[in-house]
């Protein structure tokens, strides 16, 4: 199943599609993002975040091309984690949590320096 949920500038969220996807295909994933398009959607969205899904970010810069893309962070931390023994998981999440909240990248920054 593929999603697309789209946020305003006040953080209002709306569903703007779902459809069966063909495995995550860069196909799929296309003929999902250009649906909105298709509904009158005139300028690009401003930062679109998604897992690793190979296909959707092939497929954002051809309906796209000016969106910025960003790996979603729970999906970010996880791999992180995973690479790390047990012991450390939970500090690791903590400091990675950190980081994320963060208002900003000098704040981001300064936590850990």
Known sequence: MLVVIGANFKGEKELLGVRDGF???EQSWKELLLEPKGRGLEI???LAIADGA???WKALPQVYPTTRGQRCWVHKTANVLDKLPSSMQ????GMI???Y????KASALKAYA
């Open 44 to 46: 690009d969205p401003k």
């Open 90 to 93: 939970g500090r690791a999440k």
């Open 23 to 25: 495995r995550e295909s």
């Open 101 to 104: 909240r963060a208002e900003n």
């Open 97 to 99: 949590q950190d980081i």
């Open 54 to 56: 190979l296909g959707f």
